[in-house]
């Protein structure tokens, strides 16, 4: 809460093309990293045990050509002289197998510590890209609104409501909500307060009846609305359910109504914009370009300042559930935690709307860890 004097942006893939490579193939997936390393893995010490395999047999026949030697006594000598030296190349070559064996699972063993590093980093950091992009589409349409209620608040209709209060004046200037609400869809209603608070007139009377006779004097943003200093400033409120628009969670935005409709004239009344929340925020946490395997063990998340769940992909705890980020999670980043890696950004805000601290962020569970979730829930 403070107060303050729809495009999606593109996905860039790097090296798909270059490479030859479809931008879908499963083999671009940074997961590939490990697999290669626990397949070459395998498959070097299988071989590595092949020719272990082999040259016990070599050394087998080497020590059986020995005794037949012997047997044969000075007529096999020769053959004996042969026998000892390939027994003797068996040997190295044994010890050779021995020492590629434990080189390379010790080089292989890192492959796989810095594979899984590398994973872990590439896997959080395209979670923080798409949860700051995420936080960024919410705020820029936000910064819409609070251009709208600066620039209605000037409309000669809204500003004749409060200045000259009649009934066939709240009649005209509620004619002329429902006209602005014809027109922008992503609104529930629009209220003109007069400056004791009272609503006098709105866009939607007949659907939300309970406005009629409303008075928002104890409100938060109506009365910081009441103490912008000009008509370039306004309120932007956090997320609430509005009881008078049948408890539909709102993001409401304010300004005060001048005299005249002029930047710095006197303050008259309030104009209070409720923004329909729900499926706006919705369509955005849905949107997050997530693969279909991905979406399944993923949750998109919109937080507030103190962590609130403001939206959520699953439609779960939304303006119940605390969601906390770790104390040192601030900006944007990621960490892991029990098979799960979290990406989070704060809102940098958009040109006048700084933002009021919110951020997004994905929690992504781990292949493995999401399977085994699945199975335990079946």
Same mark, same amino acid.
């Given at each position: 809460?403070?107060?303050?004097?729809?495009?999606?942006?593109?996905?860039?893939?790097?090296?798909?093309?270059?490479?030859?490579?479809?931008?879908?193939?499963?083999? $671009?997936?940074?997961?590939?990293?490990?697999?290669?390393?626990?397949?070459?893995?395998?498959?070097a010490g299988?071989?590595?045990?092949?020719?272990?395999?082999?040259?016990?047999?070599?050394?087998?026949?080497?020590?059986?050509?020995?005794?037949?030697?012997?047997r044969?006594?000075?007529?096999?000598?020769?053959?004996?002289?042969? !026998?000892?030296?390939f027994?003797?190349?068996?040997?190295?070559?044994?010890?050779?197998?021995?020492?590629?064996? !434990?080189?390379?699972?010790?080089? $292989?063993?890192?492959?796989?510590?810095?594979?899984?590093?590398?994973?872990?980093h590439?896997?959080?950091?395209?979670? %923080?890209?798409?949860?700051?992009?995420?936080?960024?589409?919410?705020?820029?349409?936000?910064?819409?609104? @609070?251009?709208?209620v600066r620039?209605?608040?000037?409309?000669?209709?809204?500003?004749?409501?409060?200045?000259?209060?009649? *009934?066939?004046?709240?009649?005209?200037?509620?004619?002329?909500?429902?006209?602005?609400?014809?027109?922008?869809?992503?609104?529930?209603?629009?209220?003109?307060?007069?400056?004791?608070?009272?609503?006098v007139?709105?866009?939607?009377?007949?659907?939300?009846?309970?406005?009629?006779?409303? !008075?928002?004097?104890?409100?938060?943003?109506?009365?910081?609305?009441?103490? @912008?200093?000009?008509?370039?400033?306004?309120?932007?409120?956090?997320i609430?359910?509005?009881?008078?628009?049948?408890?539909?969670?709102?993001?409401?935005?304010?300004?005060?109504?001048?005299?005249?409709?002029?930047s710095?004239?006197?303050?008259?009344?309030?104009?209070?914009?409720?923004?329909?929340?729900?499926?706006? %925020?919705?369509?955005?946490?849905?949107?997050?370009?997530? +693969?279909d395997?991905?979406?399944?063990?993923?949750?998109?998340?919109?937080?507030?300042?103190?962590?609130?769940?403001?939206?959520?992909?699953?439609?779960r705890?939304?303006l119940?559930?605390?969601?906390?980020?770790?104390?040192?999670?601030?900006?944007?980043?990621?960490?892991?935690?029990?098979?799960v890696?979290?990406? &989070?950004?704060? @809102? *940098?805000? &958009?040109? +006048?709307?700084?933002?009021?601290?919110?951020?997004?962020?994905? +929690?992504?569970?781990?292949?493995?860890? %999401?399977?085994?979730?699945?199975?335990?829930?079946?």
């Amino acid at each position: 809460m403070c107060a303050y004097t729809n495009d999606i942006p593109s996905e860039w893939c790097v090296g798909a093309r270059g490479c030859g490579l479809a931008e879908s193939d499963g083999s $671009l997936v940074p997961e590939r990293i490990l697999e290669l390393s626990e397949r070459l893995s395998s498959v070097a010490g299988a071989k590595i045990g092949e020719i272990s395999s082999i040259n016990r047999e070599a050394k087998m026949l080497a020590i059986n050509a020995l005794i037949t030697a012997a047997r044969a006594g000075e007529a096999g000598r020769g053959f004996a002289i042969v !026998s000892e030296e390939f027994k003797r190349i068996s040997q190295e070559i044994d010890e050779v197998a021995q020492a590629l064996e !434990s080189q390379v699972r010790a080089d $292989l063993q890192e492959l796989s510590l810095v594979g899984g590093a590398i994973l872990s980093h590439l896997r959080g950091q395209r979670l %923080a890209d798409l949860a700051l992009n995420a936080i960024e589409i919410i705020d820029r349409n936000l910064y819409e609104r @609070t251009c709208d209620v600066r620039w209605w608040a000037t409309d000669s209709a809204v500003v004749a409501a409060v200045a000259e209060p009649t *009934p066939e004046g709240a009649r005209h200037a509620s004619s002329r909500l429902k006209v602005i609400l014809d027109a922008y869809t992503v609104y529930l209603d629009l209220w003109i307060c007069d400056a004791a608070g009272h609503v006098v007139a709105t866009g939607r009377p007949q659907v939300y009846p309970a406005t009629q006779g409303l !008075s928002v004097a104890g409100a938060g943003w109506f009365q910081q609305a009441m103490k @912008t200093a000009s008509g370039d400033e306004f309120v932007a409120w956090d997320i609430e359910r509005a009881p008078a628009l049948n408890n539909a969670p709102v993001a409401t935005y304010a300004t005060a109504i001048r005299q005249d409709g002029l930047s710095d004239g006197k303050v008259i009344g309030v104009l209070g914009i409720h923004f329909d929340w729900k499926p706006q %925020a919705q369509a955005v946490v849905d949107g997050v370009r997530l +693969t279909d395997e991905e979406r399944a063990r993923s949750r998109v998340l919109l937080l507030d300042h103190a962590g609130r769940v403001l939206a959520s992909s699953d439609q779960r705890g939304e303006l119940d559930e605390t969601f906390r980020l770790l104390a040192n999670a601030v900006g944007m980043g990621s960490y892991a935690t029990e098979q799960v890696t979290v990406g &989070y950004a704060l @809102t *940098p805000g &958009y040109e +006048t709307y700084r933002g009021l601290g919110w951020y997004g962020a994905i +929690t992504q569970r781990e292949p493995d860890a %999401a399977s085994s979730a699945a199975s335990q829930a079946a």
